[in-house]
């Protein structure tokens, strides 16, 4: 019969069972009920590829259609590349080993570089369709297991390419993509996708430990006795972590409103009614495993409290995804280090998890807690050649800095 790749507009066009049998059980942010929530709660343009045998999906992959570069910095090849936060790397790479003199005319060439080529990738770029989860910030190929992975990757990326022939997609790319996938690596170069190191992000094994006790004895002698005066600190302070397992709206609310405080200060869009029906979709979601808590003084209850965290799990990894704290109501308590990492790791390693996914960001925070990166990489493709020559050379320069810049952060060279 063969194989041939169908296009869909909509999680809603896609049937659950189907589309989480080609799903990883671990990987929460690629599932149905993830891509179906953020879909109807952002609305966001999905587009599913599904490669199809008979009546049956071997391989698929998602989709984002990005129309405007501003809307979102995480989602787009522009702010991928050209970002403040890219910049702001790239810049620090470039003083390395440097001169201030030396350092300044680099950071200036640096920065009409980035003028230059962001604006003609604005204009050469979009709309564009990026390979990633929405929130979810992961990327990659969906197969069955027993299949020729490598044979259904290259059918997927061509009927990718043929979609944007035919819809007038200029630029194609994976932004988020982490593992060692060496069939979607070859196959993306194969099918001219330029590769660059995207960031890091950080798992805590929690494997070997059997108690909180166990894991701070993990860390270095420094580390171990700050991190035990920062959970006296928050006992002292009259603070405790509660899981609320039917949050009511006012809770959510709350939840809500501690998540845009913390959207605004990286400097990101927010849209608080947005994420009042992520929080409630999410908590409705079991195959998810969601599980909220929140930080509050002794004394008080319901959606009083000062800080919250959303968390997923899956096949024994436990997602931290959402959070927010209000400084004033948890003042010095280190309410952020005890909920999102000590509580946690009482969480894992009473509940049986084996690993907890801290993602991208912080990463000091989390190195000092014992996290290991891995790399996550990007890759990027222009339909048209002439555009494909023009960002070789960008992307091929950011990538070099990069590595620099993290590559030695746990103590390797990334490669």
């Known amino acids: 019969m063969g194989t041939e790749v169908a296009v869909v507009r909509s999680t809603a066009e896609v049937d659950r069972e189907e589309w989480d049998a080609l799903v990883p059980r671990a990987q929460v942010y690629l599932s149905h009920d993830w891509l179906r929530a953020v879909e109807e709660c952002f609305g966001f343009e999905l587009v599913l590829f599904l490669l199809r045998d008979g009546e049956r999906a071997v391989a698929a992959v998602q989709g984002l259609l990005v129309r405007d570069p501003d809307a979102f910095p995480y989602h787009d090849p522009t702010g991928a590349l050209f970002g403040d936060y890219e910049i702001d790397h790239l810049t620090r790479a470039l003083a390395r080993d440097r001169s201030p003199q030396e350092s300044a005319e680099a950071?200036?060439?640096?920065?009409?570089?980035?003028?230059?080529?962001?604006?003609?990738?604005?204009?050469?770029?979009?709309?564009?369709?990026?390979?990633?989860?929405?929130?979810?910030?992961?990327?990659?190929?969906?197969?069955?297991?027993?299949?020729?992975?490598?044979?259904?990757?290259?059918?997927?990326?061509?009927?990718?390419?043929?979609?944007?022939?035919?819809?007038?997609?200029?630029?194609?790319?994976?932004?988020?993509?982490?593992?060692?996938?060496?069939?979607?690596?070859?196959?993306?170069?194969?099918?001219?996708?330029?590769?660059?190191?995207?960031?890091?992000?950080?798992?805590?094994?929690?494997?070997?430990?059997?108690?909180?006790?166990?894991?701070?004895?993990?860390?270095?002698?420094?580390?171990?006795?700050v991190a035990r005066a920062e959970i006296r600190k928050f006992a002292e302070g009259g603070m405790r972590v509660e899981r609320i397992t039917d949050p009511d709206p006012a809770v959510i609310a709350r939840c809500a409103e501690l998540s845009e405080g913390q959207q605004k200060k990286y400097g990101l869009p927010v849209?608080?009614?947005?994420?009042?029906?992520?929080?409630?979709?999410?908590?409705?979601?079991?195959?998810?495993?969601?599980?909220?808590?929140?930080?509050?003084?002794?004394?008080?209850?319901?959606?009083?409290?000062?800080?919250?965290?959303?968390?997923?799990?899956?096949?024994?990894?436990?997602?931290?995804?959402?959070?927010?704290?209000?400084?004033?109501?948890?003042?010095?308590?280190?309410?952020?280090?005890?909920?999102?990492?000590?509580?946690?790791?009482?969480?894992?390693?009473?509940?049986g998890s084996h690993r907890i996914a801290y993602g991208m960001g912080s990463a000091d925070a989390k190195r000092l807690r014992g996290c290991r990166p891995t790399a996550v990489r990007g890759w990027i493709r222009f339909s048209s050649p002439a555009a494909q020559r023009r960002i070789e050379p960008y992307v091929a320069v950011f990538d070099c800095l990069k590595k620099q810049l993290l590559g030695n952060q746990d103590g390797r060279v990334l490669r």
């Not at 230059?116 to 990659?140: F, I, N």
Request: proline share 4%; hydrophobic share 40%.
């Open 271 to 351: 849209d608080r009614a947005s994420m009042e029906r992520l929080f409630t979709a999410l908590l409705g979601a079991p195959r998810l495993s969601p599980a909220l808590y929140v930080v509050h003084r002794e004394e008080t209850a319901g959606a009083d409290f000062g800080g919250f965290l959303l968390c997923l799990e899956a096949d024994g990894v436990l997602h931290p995804k959402f959070l927010g704290f209000d400084d004033a109501a948890v003042g010095a308590t280190y309410s952020y280090f005890n909920l999102v990492f000590y509580h946690l790791v009482e969480l894992a390693v009473g509940g």
């Open 107 to 225: 950071a200036a060439l640096l920065a009409a570089v980035v003028r230059t080529e962001a604006g003609h990738t604005r204009a050469a770029g979009y709309p564009a369709l990026v390979m990633t989860s929405p929130y979810g910030y992961a990327s990659g190929v969906l197969t069955l297991p027993g299949i020729d992975r490598r044979a259904a990757i290259g059918e997927l990326l061509a009927g990718v390419q043929e979609f944007c022939r035919d819809e007038a997609i200029p630029s194609q790319s994976f932004l988020w993509e982490s593992g060692a996938d060496g069939d979607l690596h070859r196959a993306l170069a194969d099918h001219g996708y330029l590769e660059f190191l995207s960031d890091l992000e950080y798992d805590l094994d929690t494997g070997p430990c059997t108690s909180l006790e166990e894991y701070l004895g993990t860390l270095e002698r420094k580390r171990r006795n």
